[in-house]
């Protein structure tokens, strides 16, 4: 097996009081850039030194320079802008089909949204795209699984539009389905009743906004909770309308939520279609307007991925696992080996359908006659 040819790049820094910023306690973020490119890094004064293969080392030095790009604006480093940074970096480096030229690092222009506790900056280059969605588009899906950022970044947007007097108004809501729970009647008015279903999107709102001042939002109507079964009749306008948990609506709750689009508004759509808690056999209403809006001119549509998981990095592996699964769980049934008679199922067998997953059509399988529950 042939060796990777090394490279050995020196970065240099005009400011040491930064240095330990960038480096993290005990150089921890330098160890998280060894581990995860196979690169060594030996600082030297305010001299860094990178040894390694040439993509791992020219993705170290330009994941090292965004971070400290945002050192000298500011904006703090931990181990999650360690970790987007070397995100965003490798896909940068990558060659692209249709990209003429060698791959070069593209951070410097990135979408960088400011609220009044916090600066949000994309973590992965499917958010980079989502997050320039948002600011460009009048409507926009945000697709894929937990942790990759669609709800945040939705509400980031929206608080930024609302502050700047874009819009006028923030309009959250979500479909009020329990996931495989049944909570009964909650007490309270309207709002003391979703509350409970719209938690994330308060979590996000506090996480940019004071308290004190989301409060007093809510008060005067600038932010409003919205049920989506009292929706039917609005004209939503200058507003930022954001579904949550949109997997979970019926096709009619869709079809009725995105007719609410007013002059002036933006809408965010967010949702993950492996995740639907709806009972069984009623369709998804994103499902569905994945494929009655593919075509329609003003609708975006941002894919997530595993590869977008920002949260814990155990949560990216369990999606992996799952998605395993459930592929798995839809490969075709081996036919039967020839001679076995004209039946494809064993004596004693009845064939029953594997129920569909969001990976693929769904597929048969035989179960024995004994293990199935019989009827008097």
Not at 312 to 326: C, F, G, S
Request: hydrophobic share 40%.
């Amino acid at each position: 097996m042939t060796a990777l040819p090394e490279r050995r790049i020196e970065l240099r820094f005009d400011d040491n009081r930064l240095l330990p910023l960038l480096y993290g306690g005990h150089d921890s973020h330098l160890v998280r850039i060894e581990a995860q490119l196979g690169v060594t890094l030996i600082s030297r004064g305010n001299v860094l030194v990178i040894s390694g293969s040439t993509a791992a080392a020219e993705t170290a030095k330009a994941a090292l320079e965004s971070l400290w790009q945002r050192l000298c604006q500011g904006m703090p480093v931990g181990s999650a802008e360690v970790d987007a940074a070397l995100r965003m970096e490798a896909t940068a480096l990558l060659p692209r089909p249709g990209r003429e030229g060698p791959p070069t690092p593209g951070r410097a222009e990135l979408t960088v949204v400011k609220t009044k506790r916090r600066a949000i900056s994309p973590r992965s280059p499917v958010q980079a795209q989502y997050m320039q969605a948002l600011q460009d588009s009048e409507l926009v899906f945000g697709l894929g699984p937990a942790g990759t950022g669609k709800t945040y970044l939705a509400v980031a947007q929206a608080v930024v539009m609302l502050t700047a007097g874009q819009v006028d108004r923030i309009i959250l809501s979500r479909p009020a389905v329990e996931a495989g729970e049944r909570l009964g009647f909650l007490p309270g008015d309207m709002r003391d009743k979703v509350d409970p279903y719209l938690r994330p999107l308060y979590d996000a709102l506090y996480d940019m906004i004071p308290a004190e001042q989301v409060a007093k939002r809510l008060a005067n109507g600038d932010i409003e909770v919205a049920p989506l079964a009292f929706m039917r009749g609005r004209t939503l306008a200058n507003a930022f309308v954001i579904l949550d948990e949109a997997q979970n609506t019926t096709p009619m709750q869709m079809k009725m939520f995105l007719t609410r689009l007013g002059e002036s508004s933006r809408m965010a759509i967010t949702g993950d279609i492996t995740q639907i808690d709806l009972p069984a056999g009623t369709r998804s209403g994103l499902k569905d307007a994945l494929e009655v809006l593919r075509d329609v001119e003003g609708v975006e549509f941002v894919n997530f991925t595993d590869a977008d998981v920002v949260r814990h990095p155990l949560v990216a592996r369990i999606v992996r696992a799952y998605d395993r699964r459930d592929r798995d769980r839809t490969l075709p049934v081996a036919s039967a080996p020839p001679g076995a008679g004209t039946s494809a199922s064993p004596a004693g067998a009845r064939e029953i359908a594997v129920p569909e997953t969001p990976a693929a059509a769904s597929s048969t399988a035989t179960i024995p006659d004994a293990t199935l529950p019989r009827t008097p």
